[in-house]
């Protein structure tokens, strides 16, 4: 440094302006370039005072010595009397308003970097502190210096003392109030800046509770205003200023008046429904302020809830004012504070709500008492809040509710009393026992009668809430059997859907103390459904509902418990079933697939050492035809009947369809291994051979998936590289299966199944290119083209039942993008390979393909690679064959609709003349309807999500074609093209306004 001040001194002496910028720019350089370390406390205050000197020289040179000086601030031996130096020198020396708005912006990051390093040091100033940030910021106006301002203001205000200027550093901030900055398009979208700066402004005027006292005034001012958006910022900032603490109390309470006006007219008559809420919000934030510290006597929050009842009790009682619903929000708002207002405002306005509900006669004005309630009722549920009743006054409005269970025909206020009840039943002891029972009974009684869905709804809501908030062992002991008892009854068809969905809305919500004794009834049931008939609907709807209990599993204990009480039984009677000659409804598909979501969730939630011997019962029973069953129970079990060990081979050829169909659960099981649970390659080696074989061999389609499935689930739980390897050669090189090319659709679904199973855990990489590099060659197959294209949907996309994150597979982060950087370079090769094949089904598959690889991946990784691609979707749209051209502008529509509003779209511009071209002529000439439809639909996806200039061109001719459109002889075309032509008159609108 030395030697560079030596070299330079003469230039920083100059008396030419430039040569001393030149000087300044090289030592600010090297400054910058330095280590935080490498100068020593000395050094550092020399350089703080050579730049604070600077700082007197020219203007041009202000912006070069506040970059040396924020240079210096990061250094580790940077004292605090030196920041307190920068701070005199900033506010009496520096020309900081006639800066440009970098420079400026550099003043203000210097400021801020002072406050967090240093603010003890600057907290000695006292006020002056304060003093010499509003001379150097006062007066700013650009946006984005301002972000830093009201940031560091913040902090300054919340750390120091401010008394002597309190209301000068209000006035600084406030005179920003509201802000009524418009950013444009790209501003908005990309950093949100006004969204920022309103924010930061908020922060400010709340930063001390001595800027209470001038901030209300301002509000309570802003909320005369006739601009909307100085309404609901002033209500935002009341809410911030409130929740400052009880130390703005007293502050608030001095306007207490006032404040209830202005926000109870903007509930009442609310220009805006974003002003209403506001205004609710901070109904619940003052109410909540007043009931906050200690109270001495009558508490303010007591005081402020009698004046809101006894201003709000007119609305309540004069209908035509057509006002309650409203008021109803104000009372709820008001509840909500705490528990002592809930309670006051339910005990006067519940009961005068029910008698003035006896007394009206319209449907409107009823209904509207009955919305007032249920927003109390949701404030007491909120809170906690049971409300001062009298024994009497509780059972009279709960017995009122109960009694409009039963009025006919059912309506709005039938649906409200059902809801009312629901809230009711959240406050624990507002409803007796003998009434939760009768109101129960009411429902099971009525639900399959109830004519109005929005009753039914209600209906199936309030036995959720009940599954949540009572007992277990009303629920289990008592509820759900006397629920059972009414399906029981009606176990012919139609089933008694309704009912059904009360047993899962009480089942679904996980509880502790669960009890799975009424498991066993539904057991009986379905086997007495099997025996008399078999009545599949039936044993599949009691299915149902034990998968809705299994769903809630929280524990291995309890999946240990299910396992002996459904999974083993069930099992047992399906492969007995599968090796009977009678019939049964567990041979039934979607018996057997109620089945598997079962086990699927008891298997996720088992310990491994249970699973270990479940799966060597499947390895005797799958493979050998053993169902003696000895490794379920321990000893030899043979069902009670002569069935012979061997009669069972889902496995081995014939492949008989009732056989092969239970590989779906032994798929669930597979495909649902506990968590770190790893296969091994000797013990499933043989087992993944026959299950290849049988997916590509069997003569059952469904079997056939099962199988893949379950190769793909294994697969996933194998860490092994070299064991991987293995599987898949063994697998893909038997020439039985090469060899025959009628199975050929079947092997790309086993391949497709394997991808996916080791696509999702990233591992192998090779291995997953030998089998996307199979599934892209098979794109040119007239066999299996179309399950090779749908297979990279399967492979990409979540899975509803198996290889999904519930089920414990093994998923990478990321494994969606690196798939597509694989499969894209492979796809796009064969894509140009297959330009002059003759068949357009070639091209469809793999624009199909296409289509599913840009599906699942985000924009930001499918758009660098769209030049290559954009190309081979515009020439397609050249075929005449329909299927080919809706797979095309199907994707077309994909890469438009992924882009962002007011981001540039995937689409470059050098593509905008073909596609345009070609999309106007598929609209009038195409004889399929379908295609003109998308053809017009895609040209208004241009308009709106690429930029204006590249189609300004091209606007009065797709306004003159879409004119000739709105003739089209089919309606629908017609439908499109007025949307699509209202979008093109737009174009480069903005461009002329601006």
């Given at each position: 440094?030395?030697?560079?001040?030596?070299?330079?001194?003469?230039?920083?002496?100059?008396?030419?302006?430039?040569?001393?910028?030149?000087?300044?720019?090289?030592?600010?350089?090297?400054?910058?370039?330095?280590?935080?370390?490498?100068?020593?406390?000395?050094?550092?205050?020399?350089?703080?005072?050579?730049?604070?000197?600077?700082?007197?020289?020219?203007?041009?040179?202000?912006?070069?010595?506040?970059?040396?000086?924020?240079?210096?601030?990061?250094?580790?031996?940077?004292?605090?009397?030196?920041?307190?130096?920068?701070?005199?020198?900033?506010?009496?020396?520096?020309?900081?308003?006639?800066?440009?708005?970098?420079?400026?912006?550099?003043?203000?990051?210097?400021?801020?970097?002072?406050?967090?390093?240093?603010?003890?040091?600057?907290?000695?100033?006292?006020?002056?502190?304060?003093?010499?940030?509003?001379?150097?910021?006062?007066g700013e106006h650009e946006p984005r210096n301002l972000l830093i301002v009201f940031r560091t203001m913040v902090k300054i205000v919340s750390q120091?003392?401010?008394?002597?200027?309190?209301?000068?550093?209000?006035?600084?901030?406030?005179?920003?109030?509201?802000?009524?900055?418009?950013?444009?398009?790209?501003?908005?979208?990309?950093?949100?800046?006004?969204?920022?700066?309103?924010?930061?402004?908020?922060?400010?005027?709340?930063?001390?509770?001595?800027?209470?006292?001038?901030?209300?005034?301002?509000?309570?001012?802003?909320?005369?205003?006739?601009?909307?958006?100085?309404?609901?910022?002033?209500?935002?900032?009341?809410?911030?200023?409130?929740?400052?603490?009880?130390?703005?109390?007293?502050?608030?309470?001095?306007?207490?008046?006032?404040?209830?006006?202005?926000?109870?007219?903007?509930?009442?008559?609310?220009?805006?429904?974003?002003?209403?809420?506001?205004?609710?919000?901070?109904?619940?934030?003052?109410?909540?302020?007043?009931?906050?510290?200690?109270?001495?006597?009558?508490?303010?929050?007591?005081?402020?809830?009698?004046?809101?009842?006894?201003?709000?009790?007119?609305?309540?009682?004069?209908?035509?004012?057509?006002?309650?619903?409203?008021?109803?929000?104000?009372?709820?708002?008001?509840?909500?504070?705490?528990?002592?207002?809930?309670?006051?405002?339910?005990?006067?306005?519940?009961?005068?709500?029910?008698?003035?509900?006896?007394?009206?006669?319209?449907?409107?004005?009823?209904?509207?008492?009955?919305?007032?309630?249920?927003?109390?009722?949701?404030?007491?549920?909120?809170?906690?809040?049971?409300?001062?009743?009298?024994?009497?006054?509780?059972?009279?409005?709960?017995?009122?509710?109960?009694?409009?269970?039963?009025?006919?025909?059912?309506?709005?206020?039938?649906?409200?009393?059902?809801?009312?009840?629901?809230?009711?039943?959240?406050?624990?002891?507002?409803?007796?026992?003998?009434?939760?029972?009768?109101?129960?009974?009411?429902?099971?009684?009525?639900?399959?009668?109830?004519?109005?869905?929005?009753?039914?709804?209600?209906?199936?809501?309030?036995?959720?809430?009940?599954?949540?908030?009572?007992?277990?062992?009303?629920?289990?002991?008592?509820?759900?059997?006397?629920?059972?008892?009414?399906?029981?009854?009606?176990?012919?068809?139609?089933?008694?859907?309704?009912?059904?969905?009360?047993?899962?809305?009480?089942?679904?919500?996980?509880?502790?103390?669960?009890?799975?004794?009424?498991?066993?009834?539904?057991?009986?049931?379905?086997?007495?459904?099997?025996?008399?008939?078999?009545?599949?609907?039936?044993?599949?709807?009691?299915?149902?509902?034990?998968?809705?209990?299994?769903?809630?599993?929280?524990?291995?204990?309890?999946?240990?418990?299910?396992?002996?009480?459904?999974?083993?039984?069930?099992?047992?009677?399906?492969?007995?079933?599968?090796?009977?000659?009678?019939?049964?409804?567990?041979?039934?598909?979607?018996?057997?697939?109620?089945?598997?979501?079962?086990?699927?969730?008891?298997?996720?939630?088992?310990?491994?050492?249970?699973?270990?011997?479940?799966?060597?019962?499947?390895?005797?029973?799958?493979?050998?035809?053993?169902?003696?069953?000895?490794?379920?129970?321990?000893?030899?079990?043979?069902?009670?009947?002569?069935?012979?060990?061997?009669?069972?081979?889902?496995?081995?050829?014939?492949?008989?369809?009732?056989?092969?169909?239970?590989?779906?659960?032994?798929?669930?099981?597979?495909?649902?291994?506990?968590?770190?649970?790893?296969?091994?390659?000797?013990?499933?080696?043989?087992?993944?051979?026959?299950?290849?074989?049988?997916?590509?061999?069997?003569?059952?389609?469904?079997?056939?998936?099962?199988?893949?499935?379950?190769?793909?689930?294994?697969?996933?739980?194998?860490?092994?590289?070299?064991?991987?390897?293995?599987?898949?050669?063994?697998?893909?090189?038997?020439?039985?299966?090469?060899?025959?090319?009628?199975?050929?659709?079947?092997?790309?679904?086993?391949?497709?199944?394997?991808?996916?199973?080791?696509?999702?855990?990233?591992?192998?990489?090779?291995?997953?290119?030998?089998?996307?590099?199979?599934?892209?060659?098979?794109?040119?197959?007239?066999?299996?083209?179309?399950?090779?294209?749908?297979?990279?949907?399967?492979?990409?996309?979540?899975?509803?039942?198996?290889?999904?994150?519930?089920?414990?597979?093994?998923?990478?982060?990321?494994?969606?993008?690196?798939?597509?950087?694989?499969?894209?370079?492979?796809?796009?090769?064969?894509?140009?390979?297959?330009?002059?094949?003759?068949?357009?089904?070639?091209?469809?598959?793999?624009?199909?393909?296409?289509?599913?690889?840009?599906?699942?991946?985000?924009?930001?990784?499918?758009?660098?690679?769209?030049?290559?691609?954009?190309?081979?979707?515009?020439?397609?749209?050249?075929?005449?064959?329909?299927?080919?051209?809706?797979?095309?502008?199907?994707?077309?529509?994909?890469?438009?609709?992924?882009?962002?509003?007011?981001?540039?779209?995937?689409?470059?511009?050098?593509?905008?003349?073909?596609?345009?071209?070609?999309?106007?002529?598929?609209?009038?000439?195409?004889?399929?309807?379908?295609?003109?439809?998308?053809?017009?639909?895609?040209?208004?996806?241009?308009?709106?999500?690429?930029?204006?200039?590249?189609?300004?061109?091209?606007?009065?001719?797709?306004?003159?074609?879409?004119?000739?459109?709105?003739?089209?002889?089919?309606?629908?075309?017609?439908?499109?093209?007025?949307?699509?032509?209202?979008?093109?008159?737009?174009?480069?609108?903005?461009?002329?306004?601006?």
């Open positions: 440094m030395l030697q560079i001040v030596e070299v330079v001194g003469p230039s920083l002496t100059s008396p030419e302006v430039s040569a001393r910028q030149e000087a300044l720019r090289v030592i600010v350089g090297v400054v910058d370039s330095l280590k935080r370390d490498t100068l020593e406390e000395i050094e550092v205050a020399r350089l703080t005072d050579f730049f604070v000197n600077r700082l007197q020289d020219q203007q041009t040179l202000f912006g070069l010595t506040i970059k040396g000086l924020l240079a210096l601030i990061h250094m580790k031996h940077f004292q605090g009397s030196s920041g307190v130096s920068i701070l005199d020198n900033l506010a009496t020396d520096g020309f900081v308003h006639s800066l440009t708005r970098q420079d400026r912006l550099n003043v203000y990051i210097l400021f801020e970097m002072l406050v967090d390093r240093f603010g003890q040091d600057l907290e000695k100033m006292g006020s002056n502190s304060l003093m010499r940030y509003i001379s150097v910021m006062d120091f003392e401010i008394d002597p200027i309190t209301e000068t550093a209000f006035d600084v901030v406030a005179c920003y109030f509201p802000i009524d900055f418009t950013p444009t398009v790209q501003e908005d979208v990309e950093s949100k800046l006004k969204d920022t700066l309103v924010a930061g402004l908020r922060r400010c005027l709340t930063a001390s509770p001595k800027f209470a006292k001038y901030c209300l005034p301002l509000i309570l001012e802003k909320l005369q205003s006739d601009s909307n958006d100085a309404k609901e910022e002033s209500i935002l900032t009341f809410i911030a200023l409130c929740e400052s603490g009880p130390s703005v109390r007293t502050v608030v309470e001095e306007q207490i008046t006032s404040l209830w006006i202005s926000l109870r007219r903007e509930v009442l008559t609310a220009p805006t429904d974003s002003i209403e809420d506001a205004a609710v919000k901070a109904l619940t934030s003052l109410a909540s302020l007043l009931a906050s510290g200690p109270q001495l006597g009558v508490s303010s929050c007591d005081q402020f809830v009698t004046t809101v009842l006894n201003d709000t009790d007119q609305f309540l009682r004069k209908p035509e004012l057509q006002l309650q619903y409203p008021t109803g929000k104000i009372l709820k708002a008001v509840a909500m504070s705490s528990k002592a207002a809930c309670d006051k405002i339910a005990n006067i306005v519940l009961p005068l709500n029910v008698k003035l509900f006896m007394v009206q006669l319209r449907t409107e004005e009823r209904l509207a008492l009955m919305n007032v309630n249920a927003l109390i009722l949701q404030a007491m549920a909120a809170v906690g809040g049971m409300g001062n009743f009298e024994p009497d006054e509780r059972t009279f409005v709960a017995a009122f509710y109960q009694s409009l269970l039963t009025e006919t025909p059912q309506n709005m206020i039938t649906c409200m009393a059902v809801s009312g009840l629901a809230e009711m039943l959240k406050l624990k002891g507002f409803l007796e026992s003998d009434r939760i029972d009768q109101v129960c009974e009411t429902f099971m009684n009525g639900m399959m009668d109830y004519e109005n869905s929005g009753v039914v709804d209600e209906v199936t809501r309030f036995f959720s809430v009940a599954g949540r908030v009572l007992e277990e062992i009303y629920i289990y002991q008592k509820l759900i059997p006397r629920l059972l008892e009414y399906i029981q009854n009606r176990e012919i068809l139609p089933l008694p859907s309704r009912l059904i969905d009360l047993v899962q809305a009480l089942l679904r919500t996980p509880r502790a103390n669960r009890s799975p004794l009424f498991l066993a009834k539904l057991l009986d049931r379905i086997q007495f459904a099997e025996e008399k008939g078999p009545y599949v609907p039936t044993m599949k709807m009691y299915l149902d509902i034990i998968a809705t209990y299994v769903e809630g599993i929280a524990s291995t204990n309890e999946a240990e418990e299910l396992y002996h009480i459904v999974l083993f039984p069930t099992f047992r009677k399906a492969i007995h079933a599968a090796t009977s000659k009678e019939i049964s409804g567990f041979q039934d598909i979607a018996v057997l697939q109620s089945l598997s979501r079962i086990y699927r969730w008891i298997i996720s939630r088992l310990d491994h050492d249970t699973f270990k011997k479940l799966l060597a019962a499947l390895d005797e029973m799958y493979l050998s035809g053993d169902t003696s069953y000895r490794h379920f129970t321990g000893r030899a079990d043979n069902l009670g009947d002569k069935l012979l060990p061997s009669a069972f081979k889902p496995l081995e050829k014939p492949y008989i369809t009732m056989h092969t169909r239970c590989i779906s659960l032994m798929a669930s099981i597979v495909c649902a291994a506990p968590k770190n649970f790893q296969f091994t390659h000797d013990a499933w080696k043989a087992e993944v051979q026959k299950l290849m074989e049988t997916c590509c061999l069997c003569a059952d389609e469904q079997s056939s998936v099962f199988a893949a499935q379950c190769i793909g689930g294994i697969l996933n739980r194998i860490d092994d590289h070299t064991v991987l390897e293995s599987f898949i050669h063994d697998a893909l090189d038997d020439p039985a299966l090469t060899r025959s090319r009628s199975q050929e659709r079947r092997l790309i679904r086993a391949v497709v199944w394997m991808a996916k199973g080791l696509v999702q855990r990233s591992q192998a990489t090779v291995v997953i290119r030998r089998l996307t590099d199979m599934i892209i060659r098979h794109l040119k197959s007239k066999k299996s083209g179309e399950e090779a294209a749908d297979g990279l949907r399967v492979i990409l996309e979540d899975s509803e039942f198996i290889l999904n994150a519930q089920m414990n597979a093994v998923i990478s982060p990321l494994f969606r993008q690196k798939f597509f950087a694989l499969a894209l370079p492979l796809l796009m090769q064969s894509f140009k390979n297959a330009e002059h094949h003759d068949e357009a089904w070639v091209k469809k598959n793999h624009l199909v393909a296409l289509s599913h690889l840009l599906k699942y991946v985000p924009q930001s990784v499918a758009k660098p690679s769209m030049p290559q691609v954009v190309p081979f979707l515009i020439q397609s749209l050249n075929s005449d064959d329909a299927e080919l051209i809706l797979s095309t502008l199907s994707s077309i529509e994909e890469l438009l609709l992924e882009s962002n509003p007011g981001t540039p779209s995937s689409l470059e511009t050098v593509h905008i003349p073909p596609l345009v071209e070609r999309l106007l002529d598929l609209s009038l000439t195409f004889t399929n309807m379908n295609v003109r439809i998308a053809a017009v639909k895609i040209l208004g996806h241009v308009s709106t999500q690429c930029e204006a200039p590249p189609l300004l061109p091209y606007k009065q001719k797709v306004l003159k074609t879409l004119l000739k459109c709105l003739d089209d002889k089919k309606r629908r075309v017609r439908e499109v093209a007025v949307d699509t032509r209202n979008a093109w008159f737009l174009v480069g609108a903005s461009i002329k306004a601006n």
